[in-house]
């Protein structure tokens, strides 16, 4: 049984940082590629961060580049985000995903697996 499980969410003021965990069981990790998106209250679900297989890749959306970072540990089958200069439009629900290749994928077609979410809450 393939199981994603998020923590790391929580409240935090504009421009702090969080990072968010998700750790995989149940599938091999080390050839899927993972991501994360998010979904805002009222609003659809939408890409955040990507990394391929080995990390070698990645892609982030532009309303998150240069503030946040998707990274992996393949010998612990985690993935991380570190969320840096949090603002309040970064509120929402993260959910973390494996893909169904191992390449760094964008759509939300292109994962097979999801996790229950994390909720992150930026406060002024």
């Known amino acids: 049984q393939v199981q994603l499980v998020e923590s790391g969410g929580g409240l935090v003021q504009a421009g702090g940082s969080l990072r968010l965990s998700c750790v995989a069981s149940?599938?091999?990790?080390?050839?899927?590629?993972m991501g994360w998106f998010r979904q805002a209250p009222g609003k659809e679900r939408e890409f955040v961060a990507s990394?391929?297989?080995?990390?070698?890749?990645?892609d982030h959306a532009d309303s998150v580049k240069g503030r946040f970072t998707i990274s992996r540990d393949n010998a612990n089958n985690m993935v991380y985000l570190q969320m840096n200069s949090l603002k309040l439009e970064d509120t929402a629900i993260y959910y973390c995903?494996?893909?169904?290749?191992?390449?760094?994928?964008?759509?939300?077609?292109?994962?097979?697996?999801w996790g229950q979410g994390t909720q992150v809450t930026v406060s002024s």
């Open positions: 149940g599938l091999p990790f080390v050839i899927y590629a």
């Open positions: 990394i391929s297989w080995s990390g070698a890749n990645t």
């Open positions: 995903a494996s893909a169904r290749t191992g390449r760094s994928a964008t759509g939300q077609n292109e994962y097979r697996y």
